[in-house]
Every structure is written in structure tokens, then in C-alpha cells.
């Protein structure tokens, strides 16, 4: 049993800032990526970024340079932390963990909107 509880989200104009949070409980002793995903509506679910069990990072072109992907020292906690947002980031973001099956775990989304 895992469950993934995100925290963060909201309206922002563009060029502002905003951080998510996600932590994992239940059967957490392997995990072995984490990160998030976003969904813009009419589109598929893409990566924005992950991290592996050795720190390995993952980011999507669109955001490099922009966000930065982090976690704690359990490594039950990643945190995303969004600079600069362009329109194009207005997605309900995905928190996402590995489970040592290879099945996905996600969070219920927390909706990020970039506009004036």
C-alpha cells in the first residue's frame, strides 16, 4: 500500500515562482525513481522531472534552467521548486513514484496555472 500526498499548486503570472511537495507513505523502503509529471489539458501526461535511487536526475527540455528537482535525506520527499513560468507550464502536475514491480504510483495532481 502507497500512497502519494502533493502539496503546493495554484495561479501564478508568469515569470513567478511556486513550489510543490510530495511525500511518500506505506511500503517506501525501495523506491526507485520519484519525481513529476504534468498533463496540460488536451494533452498526454509527459515527464517534467525525476530523480533515481542514486540521485540520478531527469528533467524535460522545457524546464532545465527553470526548476529544480530535489529531495530530503528519507528519500520519501521530493520537492519541485518552479522558477521563472511561462504560460506553457499550466498543467495539473503529477507527483510520481517506482515501485520495485516496475508499476507507477501517482498522486492525485495539483493544478498550476500561469496567466495574467
Not at 48 to 58: E, F, M, P, Q, Y
Request: hydrophobic share 35%; with cysteine.
Amino acid at each position: 500500500q502507497v500512497q502519494l500526498v502533493e502539496s503546493g499548486g495554484g495561479l501564478v503570472q508568469p515569470g513567478g515562482s511556486l513550489g510543490l511537495s510530495c511525500t511518500v507513505s506505506g511500503d517506501t523502503f525501495t523506491i526507485y525513481n520519484m519525481g513529476w509529471y504534468r498533463q496540460a489539458p488536451g494533452k498526454e501526461r509527459d515527464v517534467v522531472a525525476t530523480i533515481d535511487i542514486s540521485g540520478n536526475l531527469v528533467e524535460d527540455a522545457s524546464v532545465k534552467g527553470r526548476f529544480t528537482l530535489s529531495r530530503d535525506n528519507t528519500r520519501t520527499t521530493v520537492f519541485l521548486q518552479m522558477n521563472n513560468l511561462k504560460p506553457d507550464d499550466t498543467a495539473v502536475y503529477f507527483c510520481y513514484a517506482l515501485a520495485p514491480s516496475g508499476t507507477p504510483y501517482w498522486g492525485k495532481g495539483t493544478a498550476v496555472t500561469v496567466s495574467h
